[in-house]
């Protein structure tokens, strides 16, 4: 992939996982990039691409609030400049069946997964659209396309975030280019409280027999968000390791 010059990248969720690893991936493709997390210590993540020579800077965002995306786009034009690409990253999840689920959790997880990527987009929307060459990517799930027990609001989200992709790309195809990822299992701190056993329950679901890296997920979204991938919009790519083509059953 040839580097790229001259670009800015925002991050959302940025301070871990998923997120930080595509902060640092996009930094060593040579984009300028925003790490924006409602975790302070996106700060370290920022810090570490510096070190490495790269150009970063952290803005402390809730992405379910606009006043938030506001403060944080002021700070990413001060410090980087206008923005070429947006990482739809950020989440909150609660892994609890429908009847057990508050109002209250529903409703933080459609605003931060779901509203947080409308923010997102619409706070970068006049910058990504001035060159023609602007890029988004929504980090999605499996969840969005397969129905697994106790997630109803992560993967209502998830899908949600699939469709607002395709509904994008279809409304600003000549302008910016809008694709999701669609992730397997991660090994991320999202699996901190899950088993042993499920988790390995979970490995062997995919194809390759492990769970993925958040670097693996990383590569794909500095794919998806080049133009290496420049006739490519409105798609959802599973970055799974086969965990969903292939399924056990006699
Ligand atoms: N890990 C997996 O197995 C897996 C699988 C499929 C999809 N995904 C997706 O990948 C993405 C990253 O997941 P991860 O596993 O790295 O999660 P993670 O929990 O490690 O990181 C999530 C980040 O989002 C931040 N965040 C939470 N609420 C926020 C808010 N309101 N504003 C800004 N930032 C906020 C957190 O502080 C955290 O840094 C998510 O969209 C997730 O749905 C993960």
Same mark, same amino acid.
């Given at each position: ?7 800015? /990248? %925002?991050i959302?969720?940025? #301070?871990?996982?998923?997120?930080? $690893?595509?902060?640092?991936? =996009? !930094?060593a493709? *040579?984009y ?17 691409i510096?070190?490495a020579?790269g ?14 995306w ?11 400049g206008?923005?070429d ?8 999840t609660d ?15 459609? /605003? %931060?997964?779901?509203t947080? #990527?409308?923010?997102?987009?619409? $706070?970068?929307?006049?910058? =990504? !659209?001035?060159? *023609? ?7 999605a799930?499996v ?5 697994l ?8 989200t ?10 994008l790309a ?5 302008a ?5 990822v ?19 329950q ?9 769970m ?5 997920v990383?590569a794909a979204?500095?794919?998806?968000i080049?133009?290496d991938?420049?006739?490519?919009? *409105?798609?959802s790519?599973?970055?799974d390791?086969?965990?969903s083509v ?5």
């Amino acid at each position: 992939m040839s580097r790229v010059v001259n670009r800015t /990248a %925002v991050i959302t969720g940025a #301070a871990q996982g998923i997120g930080a $690893a595509a902060a640092h991936r =996009l !930094a060593a493709d *040579g984009y300028r990039v925003a790490v924006l997390d409602i975790d302070p210590r996106g700060t370290k993540v920022a810090d570490e691409i510096r070190l490495a020579g790269g150009r970063a800077t952290f803005a402390l965002c809730d992405v379910a609030d606009e006043s938030s995306w506001a403060e944080a786009m002021a700070l990413v034009h001060r410090e980087l400049g206008p923005v070429d690409a947006l990482v739809s990253n950020a989440l909150v999840t609660d892994g609890l069946p429908l009847h057990e689920l508050s109002v209250e959790s529903w409703n933080r997880q459609l /605003a %931060v997964n779901l509203t947080g #990527a409308f923010h997102g987009v619409r $706070a970068c929307l006049p910058d =990504l !659209a001035r060159s *023609g060459t602007g890029s988004v990517v929504m980090v999605a799930s499996v969840h969005a396309w397969f129905g697994l027990p106790g997630v109803p609001g992560y993967a209502t989200t998830k899908a949600g975030l699939t469709g607002l992709t395709r509904q994008l790309a279809v409304e600003y195809g000549g302008a910016v280019r809008f694709n999701c990822v669609v992730p397997g299992p991660v090994l991320t701190a999202q699996w901190d409280q899950i088993s042993p056993e499920d988790r390995k329950q979970s490995a062997s679901a995919t194809l390759v027999g492990r769970m993925g890296r958040p670097a693996e997920v990383a590569a794909a979204i500095s794919f998806l968000i080049s133009e290496d991938a420049s006739f490519i919009t *409105g798609a959802s790519l599973a970055v799974d390791g086969g965990w969903s083509v292939g399924k056990k059953s006699s």
